[in-house]
């Protein structure tokens, strides 16, 4: 390609010297083939304008000097003229090919150093370490063209990590895992180049940061495939710039493990929290029916006769009561239990939220007591395809959160409306005390209880996160809002629309 | 009406349990054999003719559906199933299978004895009687018509067909499917829709509401009851 173009340049030279021939003189035309080596040096290297050289020499002693086309030329003047022509084209073509070859050294130069202040701005923003070596080897292929692995110390030994796309997992052998282990525990450069393991066709420089007591704490090897590089100026420029990149996966790469390690003692922290509210709740709340349950029956057993009828009644009606709470209270670990692990499995079937509605009204008839409960169902609320236990379970612990924290006789208003769309918003509110704006979220966790609440409030701390588990699995959302007025709390359970329904024709009456 | 002489077969591993229903249905006159596990049960099913079984799904030697099906084979006894709460969708198979009502545990007395006198009234096949009164409601089945309160209320065929359903299996659970069979057909037996939207009627036009009802109760995830003992607690909250 190259050879092609010197031959086109030599050409066109030659018809621009032919169009002056007649203005200057042969000494003179040799100048515009002079441009023509310069113009091949500087674009295509030496060995272009060599032969650009050459050609143009031929041709200026074939075409331009005379005798015309014959490489013998008669006049003196010419004959200088031509030899003077050669010996400067050589020399700057060769300066101008040089200063191409050094332009070029020096773009190479600049490219690699991109690439690292490039790593050192992505390093900043990897999360993980699969990322972090991923970056690393990509940019010593880059910058060097030659694979990368990183190697990473774990409790027992190395461990293998990401490659570029120029190595597989694999390919190191054993003497070459040797060598790579011999550079993490010694914290010593080894493998090609370095007089240890030289056998070895990979590199293997220790990744290292220091430790506050000075000693150097080596967090894995970069292991680069033996360089390729001719010569030895080139060697240590791609040496100086793999020491750059390895020491600023060093810093990243504690960075990423200490955020690890952050990240597991939180969760560690979270599991424990919840754990220690766990065994709290289950010993109070398991144990306050049962206290009242057995005091209750024991009574009954020892007074037996001398007791009257209504004192009998009432303390049977105790340990009933007492029992049933403590039913509610297995039955939610369990929910709980069934949510955690994400077992919550709606069976839907079409249901009429009236119908719904009125379950968990009958269910809770006992203890709504005196709180009336408002229901309000806009005419177009259509048929839900939903589960309707679940739906059931999250209305009455809804409603029974709102008759906590009600004021008595104030009412509870339930009301259901249908979105164009199809979806479904039921809102339960109470007039009570409200929820500040901070705790609307926090209130769904589990173990939550409301910061300096009526201590009368009884219930697991659980209800609320149930609420919440149910009706994602549904599709829907649940959210607090205040109540209407500005007092009050307000539940809002938003349900997805439900797919199109085929209802019976018309029937005959 | 009287239970005197009426003998029930009691099976269920827990000796707790066999006991106060022992105790509990006695008093209420009926005869108490009990088992503790599926061969006993089936055995003294064959040996002592019950006139009801009351039977635990969740015997742990057993699967409970398949020991329906085996005491519905050896007698025409009505079954009621005890079973655990949120296991709707046995609890509908145990009523496909041949039982003919469940109860939840933990359950109260009161609602157990309902269930079991519903089921010994109940002759589903009997055409002898063709008029229902269930307090101020009265349905006249050969001259399709229904009156409460003594108005007369219209209802379109279905809605009577369904409500006539109900009251002839009165105080019994009747499970969509069977509902949907009877009245709409086989092909319909899994149209839920169809039920929501006529029982949705039929109460409105009886003035039933659903949070307090007197006629048509919702049995969630299984099907619908008449309730014919207007005194008898609401089950207790299940949440």
């Known amino acids: 390609m190259a050879y092609a173009e010197a031959l086109l340049v030599v050409m066109t030279c030659g018809v621009v010297a032919e169009v002056l021939r007649g203005i200057l003189p042969t000494s003179s035309i040799t100048f515009v083939f002079l441009l023509g080596v310069l113009a091949v040096a500087v674009r295509r290297g030496l060995g272009a304008a060599l032969l650009t050289t050459v050609l143009s020499y031929g041709s200026i002693r074939f075409f331009f000097g005379a005798p015309y086309f014959d490489f013998g030329v008669s006049d003196r003047e010419t004959y200088i003229a031509v030899t003077v022509f050669l010996v400067v084209s050589l020399v700057v073509g060769t300066i101008a090919a040089r200063l191409r070859e050094q332009l070029e050294d020096a773009k190479e130069r600049a490219r690699r150093n991109s690439l690292v202040y490039d ?383 085929e209802l019976p024709r018309g029937e005959e009456a | 009406m009287s239970a005197t002489g009426r003998r029930i077969l009691v099976v269920d591993d827990e000796p707790q349990i066999r006991k106060f229903l022992r105790i509990s249905l006695g008093a209420h006159g009926f005869e108490v054999i009990e088992a503790a596990n599926a061969a006993e049960g089936l055995a003294r099913c064959a040996r002592e003719s019950p006139d009801l079984v009351v039977l635990d799904l969740g015997l742990p030697d057993y699967d409970g559906l398949k020991l329906v099906a085996e005491i519905r084979q050896l007698s025409e006894a009505p079954i009621v199933v005890l079973s655990v709460r949120a296991n709707e969708r046995d609890k509908v198979t145990a009523l496909d299978a041949g039982a003919n009502d469940y109860v939840t545990k933990p359950f109260g007395i009161n609602e157990l004895v309902a269930r079991i006198r519903a089921a010994l009234r109940v002759q589903p096949t009997s055409t002898a009687h063709s008029v229902y009164t269930q307090g101020a409601l009265t349905l006249d089945i050969a001259r399709r018509r229904v009156t409460l309160n003594d108005t007369v209320i219209a209802l379109s065929k279905r809605e009577f067909e369904l409500l006539a359903l109900l009251v002839r299996h009165a105080g019994m659970v009747l499970t969509h499917r069977q509902l949907l069979r009877e009245i709409w057909g086989p092909e319909h037996e899994s149209d839920v829709q169809y039920l929501r939207v006529y029982v949705g009627q039929l109460r409105q036009k009886l003035g039933d509401d659903p949070s307090a009802p007197r006629f048509i109760a919702n049995e969630q995830g299984v099907g619908y009851r008449f309730i014919d003992e207007p005194g008898a607690d609401p089950p207790p909250a299940p949440h």
Not at chain 1, 292 to 308: C, F, H, R, T, W
Not at chain 1, 326 to 350: C, S, Y
């Open chain 1, 119 to 501: 790593l050192s701005r992505r390093l900043t923003a990897v999360t993980g370490i699969d990322e972090l070596t991923r970056t690393v080897t990509e940019c010593v292929e880059e910058a060097c063209n030659r694979a990368a692995l990183i190697l990473l110390r774990t409790d027992a030994g190395l461990l293998h990590q990401s490659a570029s796309d120029g190595a597989r997992e694999g390919t190191l052998s054993t003497t070459d895992l040797a060598a790579a282990q011999a550079a993490l525990d010694g914290g010593t450069v080894t493998g090609a180049g370095s007089g240890r393991h030289e056998a070895s066709p990979w590199r293997f420089l220790p990744v290292a940061t220091a430790s506050p007591g000075g000693e150097p704490r080596v967090l894995g090897v970069l292991a680069v495939r033996r360089s390729q590089a001719r010569d030895a100026a080139k060697q240590e420029e791609e040496e100086r710039l793999l020491q750059a990149v390895r020491d600023q996966a060093a810093i990243a790469l504690e960075r990423v493990q200490l955020a690890d390690q952050r990240e597991r003692a939180r969760l560690l922290e979270e599991s424990e929290r919840l754990r220690t509210a766990l065994l709290a709740s289950v010993s109070h709340d398991l144990r306050t029916p049962l206290a009242s349950i057995i005091g209750a029956g024991s009574s009954l057993q020892a007074l037996g006769d001398a007791l009257d009828d209504s004192a009998r009644h009432e303390l049977l009606d105790t340990v009933l009561g007492e029992a049933e709470r403590l039913d509610r209270f297995v039955q939610n670990l369990l929910d709980m239990t069934r949510i955690e692990h994400g077992a919550i499995e709606p069976k839907r079937q079409w249901c009429d939220l009236r119908d719904t509605v009125g379950d968990a009204l009958r269910h809770l008839r006992r203890t709504l007591g005196a709180h009336r409960v408002v229901v309000e169902m806009s005419a177009g609320v259509p048929l839900l395809y939903t589960d309707p236990v679940l739906l059931d379970h999250v209305l009455v612990n809804l409603i029974d959160n709102a008759r906590k924290f009600s004021p008595s006789g104030a009412p509870i208003a339930l009301s259901a409306t249908a979105a164009r769309n199809g979806a479904v918003t039921i809102s339960i509110e109470d007039q009570g005390q409200g929820i500040p704006p901070a705790e609307r979220e926090r209130i769904f966790e589990m173990f939550s209880r409301l910061e300096g609440s009526d201590s009368k409030v009884t219930g697991t701390g659980l209800g609320l996160a149930i609420c919440r588990g149910f009706v994602n699995a549904l599709g829907g959302t649940l959210v607090v809002a205040e109540g209407g007025a500005g007092r009050g709390t307000r539940m809002v359970i938003t349900l997805p629309p439900s797919p199109l329904l």
